[in-house]
């Protein structure tokens, strides 16, 4: 089974934020509007945030909270994610680009 490779991640009820060191190739502007997106995420919405590569480059967002967590808002959540993609599509493009090209190897013309 492939596996995804993450990107970075906050997690509300440890109040951490993870940064992949194999991404330390992006520019600090970069890394810290991830840190920001993934911890303001968190905030708004509680549980945990991460953001994955699949092996074939498409960006994942994922989020999850723990079973006994009721001020969890999924629902919210999904909206959050969906607000993401829209608003931060530029990024997650160029995103998905750097993680072909160094990841993956690919080349573009």
């Not at 502007?29 to 699949?54: P, R, S």
């Not at 498409?58 to 723990?66: C, F, I, K, Y």
């Not at 919210?76 to 995103?95: M, N, P, T």
Request: with cysteine.
């Amino acid at each position: 089974m492939e596996e995804n490779i993450v990107l970075c991640a906050a997690n509300s009820y440890e109040k951490k934020y993870y940064l992949n060191p194999e991404f330390g190739l992006l520019p600090e502007a970069v890394k810290d509007e991830l840190q920001a997106m993934c911890v303001l995420f968190t905030e708004e919405a509680g549980g945990i945030f991460e953001m994955l590569f699949d092996m074939d480059g498409e960006l994942l967002l994922r989020t999850e909270a723990d079973e006994m967590d009721a001020s969890y808002d999924e629902i919210g959540a999904g909206l959050l994610v969906k607000r993401l993609r829209s608003d931060k599509k530029e990024l997650f493009e160029q995103l998905t680009l750097f993680f072909k090209a160094v990841f993956l190897g690919e080349t573009f013309e």
